[in-house]
C-alpha cells in the first residue's frame, strides 16, 4: 500500500501543512526561537520534526503562537496564555464556532 504524498496545491490549502521552519517562523512572528519552544515546552503547539530533526511549523500553529503572544504582551504569564487559548479552542469546538485563528 503506498502512502498519499499531497501534491503542491494540498500543501498550499493545508493550514495544518508544516511548512515554515522555527527561524522563519519566529521570524515572521517577531519572536525569538526560544519563545516557539517555551510554547511547545507549555504544550500550546507541537510542530513536526523534518527527517534531521528540526521544527517545522503550520499556519495554524502560527496563529497560535500569535494568539499567545498577544496574550503575554499584555501580561498574560505563558503557562496562562496557553491554558487560554487551550480553553477558547474547546469552547469552539464544542459549540461548533470557528477557532479564533480558523482560516476564513
Known sequence: MTQHQPGAEEKFDDVDYPA???????EMLEVTQPFLRSLEDAGLI???RSAGGHRRYSRRQLRRAARARTLIDQGTPVAAACRIISLEDQLAEHTDQQ???ADH
Open 20 to 26: 515554515y521552519t522555527m527561524g522563519r517562523a519566529a
Open 46 to 48: 507541537t510542530p513536526q
Open 99 to 101: 477557532p479564533p485563528d
